[in-house]
């Protein structure tokens, strides 16, 4: 319990600016208008990549026996790909909707005689 402590006394600047980040965060995405989310999900999923490689490259860079960075980068690698992919489902489903209905081909009925 005492590292504990110690950890957030250590760090309690830090903790901090992470906590009003949250709160900057929520705000900020909290206002943005509808016309807005297809180019930020496009922006998210360009950062959430640059996130992936800098986790592999983490994780190449440990140590064989670094067993909870390993785990936390394959974590990472995980989770910033499924954001990805998820982002972009998301973005091609609300173009879809921008995009307009397209006429189908007419079949032919043939009458047999």
């Known amino acids: 319990m005492e590292a504990i402590l110690s950890f957030i006394s250590q760090h309690q600047q830090m903790i901090y600016i992470v906590t009003l980040m949250v709160f900057v ?13 297809t180019p930020l999900m496009s922006g998210a ?23 909870p960075a390993l785990a936390l980068g394959f974590l990472a690698v995980i989770l910033g790909t499924l954001n ?21 081909p007419k079949k032919e009925i043939r009458n047999p005689k």
């Open 25 to 37: 965060g929520i705000e900020v995405i909290g206002h943005v208008p509808a016309v807005l989310h």
């Open 45 to 67: 999923n360009a950062i959430h990549g640059v996130v992936i490689i800098g986790a592999i490259i983490v994780m190449g860079q440990a140590a064989k026996d670094n067993y």
């Open 84 to 104: 990805v992919v998820g982002g972009f489902v998301v973005t091609d489903r609300m173009l879809e909707m921008f995009g307009g209905k397209r006429k189908s």
